[in-house]
């Protein structure tokens, strides 16, 4: 028996549902448009990829920033106008990562380049941030210190969000791993913060995991700070695209689930769940390896 709340598009502000033209309306009244996702979920893709083009159906001057894009990578990329987004996960492809750009991002890079809209990279170098995050953030360049200075996070938000990423590694981490995460976390908010402020696109749109688009305690709460800071204003819309559980029908449950008294986006499309088998293990062998 299919989910009730599967497809089904839930506006935070409204608490109501709401159907696919005032999503579209909706991202067409954004200066800032940020996508969230899981990762490994092929649903959340095609959705992203389906709002830019209904976007870009109305928005000629806009750029695309990717979680999944490192400062390296954008080098490559910079100077170069793609035809195809094998063209362009070609390149990506030259630096080692985990990403999987064709089996998951392949949809989302079509529509941004159909659309002719700048891509950006909205990450550093992974060895740059392992790094920056192991000697503190006072290691970080300076343009992502002041963000962090900027946009100070509360003793609950970091509990909170450090018992996110205890769960999300099966509570596999020691006290101190799981705080340096935390501070990785607060930082590659910041840099995607930073990556979105100094595009000069009419609408800046940023593709990242879930997490990264909260409303309480990620990137828009670093816009929103620096924004303010600078005199200046922008909409920001955070859309996250929520798995459904099995007996899991009340909205209200998957906002606690979350740590949150209200759903932490301003829209959220709820979508079927991927089944994720091992994925424990396969962490715990990991540890293993590398603890070596």
Same mark, same amino acid.
């Given at each position: 028996?299919?989910?009730?709340?599967?497809?089904?598009?839930?506006d935070?502000?409204? &608490?109501? /549902?709401?159907?696919?033209?005032a999503?579209?309306?909706n991202? %067409? =009244?954004? @200066?800032?448009?940020?996508?969230?996702?899981?990762?490994?979920?092929?649903?959340?893709?095609?959705?992203?990829?389906?709002l830019? &083009?209904?976007?870009?159906?109305?928005?000629?001057?806009?750029?695309?920033?990717?979680?999944?894009? $490192?400062?390296?990578?954008? &080098?490559?990329?910079?100077?170069?106008q793609?035809e195809?987004? @094998?063209?362009?996960?070609?390149?990506?492809? !030259?630096s080692? *990562?985990?990403?999987?750009?064709?089996?998951?991002?392949?949809?989302?890079?079509i =529509?941004t380049?159909?659309a002719?809209?700048?891509? $950006?990279?909205?990450?550093?170098?992974?060895?740059?941030?392992m790094? *920056?995050?192991?000697?503190?953030? $006072?290691?970080?360049?300076?343009?992502?210190?002041?963000?962090?200075?900027?946009?100070?996070?509360?003793?609950?938000?970091?509990?909170?969000?450090?018992?996110v990423?205890?769960?999300?590694?099966?509570?596999?981490?020691?006290? !101190? *791993?799981?705080?340096?995460?935390?501070?990785?976390?607060?930082?590659?908010d910041?840099?995607?913060?930073?990556?979105l402020?100094?595009?000069?696109?009419?609408?800046?749109?940023?593709?990242?995991?879930?997490g990264?688009?909260?409303? @309480?305690?990620?990137?828009? %709460?670093? %816009?929103?700070?620096?924004?303010?800071?600078?005199?200046? *204003?922008?909409?920001?819309?955070?859309?996250g /695209?929520?798995?459904?559980?099995?007996?899991?029908?009340?909205?209200? #449950?998957?906002?606690?689930?979350?740590?949150?008294?209200?759903?932490? /986006?301003?829209?959220?499309?709820? #979508?079927?769940?991927?089944?994720?088998?091992?994925?424990c @293990?396969?962490?715990?062998?990991?540890?293993?390896?590398?603890? !070596?």
């Amino acid at each position: 028996m299919e989910h009730p709340l599967v497809g089904r598009i839930w506006d935070v502000k409204q &608490q109501a /549902f709401i159907d696919h033209k005032a999503v579209v309306n909706n991202i %067409l =009244e954004s @200066d800032f448009l940020l996508l969230g996702e899981r990762h490994d979920n092929l649903i959340h893709h095609q959705h992203q990829a389906w709002l830019i &083009q209904q976007l870009s159906r109305s928005v000629d001057d806009a750029s695309v920033a990717f979680e999944m894009i $490192d400062n390296y990578q954008a &080098q490559r990329i910079a100077t170069k106008q793609f035809e195809t987004a @094998d063209e362009l996960i070609a390149i990506l492809n !030259k630096s080692k *990562t985990s990403w999987r750009y064709k089996q998951r991002y392949k949809p989302v890079f079509i =529509e941004t380049i159909a659309a002719g809209y700048r891509i $950006d990279s909205a990450n550093l170098n992974s060895k740059r941030l392992m790094h *920056t995050v192991m000697h503190g953030e $006072d290691k970080l360049p300076p343009e992502f210190k002041r963000m962090l200075d900027k946009t100070p996070m509360s003793l609950q938000h970091q509990n909170d969000l450090q018992r996110v990423i205890n769960e999300s590694h099966c509570n596999m981490l020691d006290d !101190k *791993t799981s705080k340096k995460m935390v501070l990785g976390q607060r930082m590659r908010d910041a840099i995607m913060a930073h990556s979105l402020l100094k595009s000069q696109k009419k609408t800046k749109v940023l593709i990242a995991g879930n997490g990264h688009v909260r409303n @309480d305690r990620a990137v828009p %709460l670093y %816009l929103r700070s620096n924004l303010e800071a600078r005199n200046q *204003t922008g909409t920001i819309l955070a859309i996250g /695209f929520i798995e459904v559980e099995s007996g899991m029908t009340d909205i209200g #449950t998957y906002a606690k689930q979350l740590g949150s008294e209200s759903l932490p /986006f301003d829209i959220v499309w709820f #979508t079927p769940a991927v089944e994720r088998k091992g994925a424990c @293990d396969e962490l715990r062998e990991h540890f293993k390896k590398h603890s !070596k």
